[in-house]
């Protein structure tokens, strides 16, 4: 059975909730009620990763592990 995790209010619902909020303040489906209850955490390992990735990149394409310039705008370009 699927379980999200509200943002709003901070819960677990499971999928076959009545009361089960809709669209954007839920985030998965996930397997597990656990891991719907650790759903921030799991996003923001996530982001950590994804950030770290970018800061890789901009290193090798700069040579300065430091540089903060990239813009993901492609009519920056």
Same mark, same amino acid.
């Given at each position: 059975?699927?379980?999200?995790? =509200?943002?709003?209010?901070? #819960?677990?619902?499971?999928?076959?909730?009545?009361?089960? /909020?809709?669209?954007?303040?839920?985030?998965?489906?996930? &397997?597990?009620?656990?891991?719907? %209850?650790? /759903?921030?955490?799991?996003?923001? #390992?996530?982001?950590? %990763?994804?950030? &770290?990735?970018?800061?890789?990149?901009? &290193?090798?394409?700069?040579?300065?592990?430091?540089? =903060?310039?990239?813009?993901? =705008?492609?009519? =920056?370009?």
């Amino acid at each position: 059975m699927p379980y999200w995790f =509200n943002i709003r209010t901070g #819960k677990v619902e499971a999928h076959e909730d009545p009361g089960r /909020a809709q669209g954007g303040d839920l985030m998965g489906p996930y &397997e597990t009620e656990a891991e719907a %209850a650790d /759903a921030l955490e799991t996003a923001r #390992k996530r982001t950590e %990763a994804w950030d &770290e990735e970018d800061r890789r990149e901009r &290193e090798w394409e700069t040579g300065d592990p430091d540089s =903060n310039t990239w813009d993901n =705008n492609p009519f =920056n370009g």
